[in-house]
Structures are given as structure tokens and as C-alpha cells.
């Protein structure tokens, strides 16, 4: 089994930062792409970020500029420092990962993490 646990939200004012942490855990025996989306009440979940574990990212086009994902491929932790934040990103994020489970082979799965708030107040 494979858990991601995710940390960081909160309330911020509106231009303020945040950094959200998602690690994995259990049985891995590799990490595809890892990522961030987001949803906001009413709304579907949204793509925000992706990363390979070559480094190559993808971001939406709402937070380009402003959101930096990364990962530490040694820790199985992705990051999301997400700066000038505005109040249309307020949303639940949750973190993604593709992962080989840990007898290894081509197959891999689908995790998520339970969700962190993240509320920006203008």
C-alpha cells in the first residue's frame, strides 16, 4: 500500500506565499510523475502542476509564473512553493503521484493524498 500525506495549507492574504509538501510512503520501487490539482467548491478538480522524475514540469496556465513545483526524488516528496497567491486560488489541493508498486515491473497506479485547504482572503 501507498500513502501520500500532504502538509502546508492554511489561510493567507491575498500576495502572500505558501508551501505545500506531499510525501510518499510504503511500498515504492518508483515514482512516475508526481503533481498537484486543485478543486474548488462547485468546481471540478484542475490540473495546477506536474513533474517527471527527470525534472521536466507542466503547469496551468493560471499559475504559470507564480507556482514553482518541484521534487526530491531521494525523499519521494513533491513541493509547491506557490507565491503571489489571489483568491481564485483558493481550492482543496491534493497531491498525485503515478507509482510503481514495490515488485517493481511496467505497471503503475494512481495514488492521491487526502487534500490540504488552502484559503486566500483579499
Known amino acids: 500500500q501507498v500513502q501520500l500525506v500532504e502538509s502546508g495549507g492554511g489561510l493567507v492574504q491575498a500576495g502572500g506565499s505558501l508551501r505545500l509538501s506531499c510525501a510518499a510512503s510504503?511500498?515504492?520501487?518508483?515514482?512516475?510523475?508526481m503533481g498537484w490539482y486543485r478543486q474548488a467548491p462547485g468546481k471540478q478538480r484542475d490540473l495546477v502542476a506536474t513533474?517527471?522524475?527527470?525534472?521536466?514540469?507542466n503547469y496551468a496556465d493560471s499559475v504559470k509564473g507564480r507556482f514553482t513545483i518541484s521534487r526530491d526524488n531521494a525523499k519521494n516528496t513533491v513541493y509547491l512553493q506557490m507565491n503571489s497567491l489571489k483568491p481564485e486560488d483558493t481550492a482543496v489541493y491534493y497531491c498525485?503521484?503515478?507509482?510503481?508498486?514495490?515488485?517493481?515491473?511496467?505497471?503503475?497506479?494512481?495514488?492521491w493524498g487526502q487534500g490540504t485547504q488552502v484559503t486566500v482572503s483579499s
Open positions: 513533474v517527471t522524475s527527470g525534472g521536466s514540469t
Open positions: 498525485n503521484a503515478a507509482v510503481v508498486p514495490g515488485t517493481g515491473g511496467y505497471k503503475w497506479y494512481d495514488y
Open positions: 510504503g511500498s515504492i520501487f518508483s515514482i512516475n510523475a
